[in-house]
Structure formats: structure tokens, C-alpha cells
T-cell receptor
Framework: KAGVTQTPRYLIKTRGQQVTLSCSPI?????VSWYQQTPGQGLQFLFE???????NKGNFPGRFSGRQFSNSRSEMNVSTLELGDSALYLC?????????????FGPGTRLTVL | SQKIEQNSEALNIQEGKTATLTCNYT??????LQWYRQDPGRGPVFLLL?????KEKRKERLKVTFDTTLKQSLFHITASQPADSATYLC???????????FGQGTTLQVKP
């Protein structure tokens, strides 16, 4: 079974630009969560999508948004990029999210904002 | 305030010994707790999940305990090997959501 895939793997942008990251979950998984990982803050939850609906949201500004398609693939968008948005962005998928589900992480997208 | 704390940023042990990692949390009431391993430049890899009504879980050389009164989980790796060297993350989770709250991680270095 193929794992979670994320594209692109690396991205360099400049301040003020916007970016879209993509995540393809494991086949059959309906929950997709996004995380931001930085050396200073560690892994922080951005949002979770389940059956095309945002089910949970972390404490990030409105510049961070996402969506999920009917095939469970998910995208996240960051508008008006800031230097502090440089980070590893990880997505994770699980069957339904919750007590019985382990989460499978993708390799991440490394975003650098110049 | 709510927080999760994992013991010391780095743990150095000798091959063959047992590594014990600690995860403490305050002002959370999780339904379960998970442990992940993360190698540099890679996404976390799931190791174990333990629910609030479970005291202990084992998987091969791994053991995790969960004390909801103390608000603490201990993660043990027995007969440690250099290949176990990595960063280990604990994460709190709740029912009906994939949201996880992660600790900062503990870097384990196993020396031959």
C-alpha cells in the first residue's frame, strides 16, 4: 500500500507570495491533518479535514487555509508569506481520526521564505 | 496553561541498556497518547498508541505506560541499539478527531 505523499518536497518563495502544498493520503483514509514543524515551536497542528469538511483548526492566522477533495486528497494554502512561515509542513492521514487510529505522516514539504 | 513536556532534550545511553523517555502534560484530558519516532529530514513514524483506560502497552522491545492521575507517560526501549538513535515524540489525542498535540521531543543517542 502506498504511503502518504506530499508535493512538492522543497519550495523556495519570497515574502508576500502565496503557496499551495498538496497531500495524497493512504488509500481509504478519510482524515487528513496538517502540521507545521519548526526548530523553535516543534510540531504544531494546523487543521484537520474529514470527508471534505474542516473538523478541527489550530491557532494559526487566516493566511493558512486548506481544503479536501472528494478523493480525500488535501491541499493547504498560505497567502502573503512571511519569513516566519519557513518550516517543514507535514500532513498525516488516518482512517477516521480518533481513539483507534494511528496516523501516517508524509515526508513533508520544506518551505523556505526569503 | 496547557503544556506537554518531554524529558531533557537529549538522552545518551550505552548499547544494550534500557532507554526511558518521559512525557508529562498539564491541563489536558486526552483520550489517548501516541509515541512517534522521527529521523532527521523525515516525517514522524508511529510506534505505539495507549488509551486512557490502559495502563501499559508492549510491542517487541518497546513499552509504554500511561498514568492519567499523574498525567504522565513513560516510554521504554529495552536492549537499545545504535539504530534506535532518533528523536522520539509524544502526542496527545482525543476521540473523533485526528488532531494531535505534540511534545517537543527527546533526542536519543545510543552509543555502541
Amino acid at each position: 500500500k502506498a504511503g502518504v505523499t506530499q508535493t512538492p518536497r522543497y519550495l523556495i518563495k519570497t515574502r508576500g507570495q502565496q503557496v499551495t502544498l498538496s497531500c495524497s493520503p493512504i488509500s481509504g483514509h478519510r482524515s487528513v491533518s496538517w502540521y507545521q514543524q519548526t526548530p523553535g515551536q516543534g510540531l504544531q497542528f494546523l487543521f484537520e479535514y474529514f470527508s471534505e469538511t474542516q473538523r478541527n483548526k489550530g491557532n494559526f492566522p487566516g493566511r493558512f487555509s486548506g481544503r479536501q477533495f472528494s478523493n480525500s486528497r488535501s491541499e493547504m494554502n498560505v497567502s502573503t508569506l512571511e519569513l516566519g512561515d519557513s518550516a517543514l509542513y507535514l500532513c498525516a492521514s488516518s482512517l477516521s481520526g480518533g481513539r483507534r487510529d494511528e496516523q501516517f505522516f508524509g515526508p513533508g514539504t520544506r518551505l523556505t521564505v526569503l | 496553561s496547557q503544556k506537554i513536556e518531554q524529558n531533557s532534550e537529549a538522552l545518551n545511553i550505552q548499547e544494550g541498556k534500557t532507554a526511558t523517555l518521559t512525557c508529562n502534560y498539564t491541563n489536558y484530558s486526552p483520550a489517548y497518547l501516541q509515541w512517534y519516532r522521527q529521523d532527521p529530514g523525515r516525517g514522524p513514524v508511529f510506534l505505539l498508541l495507549i488509551r486512557e483506560n490502559e495502563k501499559e502497552k508492549r510491542k517487541e522491545r518497546l513499552k509504554v505506560t500511561f498514568d492519567t492521575t499523574l498525567k504522565q507517560s513513560l516510554f521504554h526501549i529495552t536492549a537499545s541499539q545504535p539504530a534506535d538513535s532518533a528523536t522520539y515524540l509524544c502526542a496527545l489525542g482525543w476521540s473523533n478527531t485526528g488532531k494531535l498535540i505534540f511534545g517537543q521531543g527527546t533526542t536519543l543517542q545510543v552509543k555502541p
